[in-house]
């Protein structure tokens, strides 16, 4: 059986199961960004304006959901 693991390279920022420094810089920019106060007017901006965006985006994350794996 072929291994799907990935080797690592060097300096290519897999430290691990992961890369720790890339998930510490977007939780802070995450927590900045809340903190912020932004993001009650992003919500609203990204609120469907009428009935048929609401369908297109309901039947869109449907499609999404199912490529998911379960």
Known sequence: MKSTAKTP???DGLQGEG???AARR???STEQFVKSG???????KAAP?????AREMRD??????????R
Request: glycine residues 6%; negative net charge.
């Open 9 to 11: 390279i060097p300096g």
């Open 19 to 21: 890369n720790y420094a």
């Open 38 to 44: 932004a993001v009650e007017p992003a919500a609203r």
């Open 26 to 28: 977007h939780r802070e």
């Open 60 to 69: 869109a994350e449907k499609a999404g959901k199912s490529h998911a794996k």
């Open 49 to 53: 304006h009428d009935i048929d965006e």
